[in-house]
């Protein structure tokens, strides 16, 4: 069953440690298929080294396994909250990469410095309010999604234009059409963090960059009027 996105999914899991984003098992990768409304996730504690493409666990929208011999991952609630939130979602990547988790842990949102944040970031990645103790006790999981699809909400922020974000005091999310695209995003994500980071530390009162700059960089390689690459 869906054996093509197991092997996604699998591809995109090994390389969040390649890429040095994830140590041990502390992130997570899945994707999810809009014609069987099924995900396809990491299996829970699975060491990288050990798991293999059939390894990936089937869920559907209730979180009930339907196929896997594994637990799927703790977060499955938190990936199927943001598909059913977010329908455009076509794959969703958490890790605890230091230099984004750090920006989460400070309770910060991400703004955009530069150029290479918005190659990819149509303005500041948002940090979500802390979950409190009741959404802790109770469905901290599922409460994780929800408090990330409310930040989106009451932002009034496009979940494409701004494909990450970091939850406070836990660490970052990223996603896009594909496992794939979420993947990049990741990399992307934790790049900018530590770029930001040592920005900040040679000028804490640096401004972010102008929206003129924003706008350039950011349409140049999206939207209709897109430049960048190839046809």
Not at 75 to 103: C, E, K, M, N, V
Not at 122 to 136: Q, V
Not at 163 to 182: D, E, I, M, N, R
């Amino acid at each position: 069953m869906l054996e093509r996105l197991k092997q996604e999914v699998y591809e995109a899991n090994m390389l969040l440690p390649k890429s040095g984003l994830v140590t041990l098992t502390w992130g997570n990768a899945s994707a999810f298929d809009k014609e069987s409304e099924l995900m396809v996730i990491k299996p829970s504690g699975v060491s990288y080294e050990a798991m293999k493409p059939e390894d990936m666990v089937v869920v559907d929208l209730d979180g009930r396994c339907v196929e896997g011999k594994y637990r799927p991952s703790s977060d499955t609630p938190t990936h199927l909250q943001l598909y059913q939130s977010f329908r455009q979602l076509g794959g969703i990547i958490h890790t605890h990469s230091p230099h984004a988790t750090a920006f989460a842990q400070a309770e910060l949102d991400l703004p955009c410095y530069g150029t290479t944040h918005a190659d990819y970031f149509f303005g500041s990645i948002p940090c979500t309010r802390p979950l409190s103790d009741e959404e802790i006790k109770e469905a901290y999981e599922k409460n994780t999604g929800v408090v990330i699809a409310d930040t989106f909400q009451k932002r009034n922020l496009d979940v494409l234009a701004i494909p990450a974000v970091l939850v406070a005091k836990h660490g970052s999310f990223t996603w896009g059409a594909t496992v794939q695209k979420a993947a990049e995003t990741a990399i992307v994500l934790e790049e900018v963090a530590k770029m930001a980071a040592m920005t900040l530390a040679l000028n804490h009162g640096v401004d972010s960059a102008p929206q003129c700059l924003l706008d350039k960089h950011y349409y140049r390689k999206h939207g209709a009027n897109a430049y960048y690459g190839q046809k």
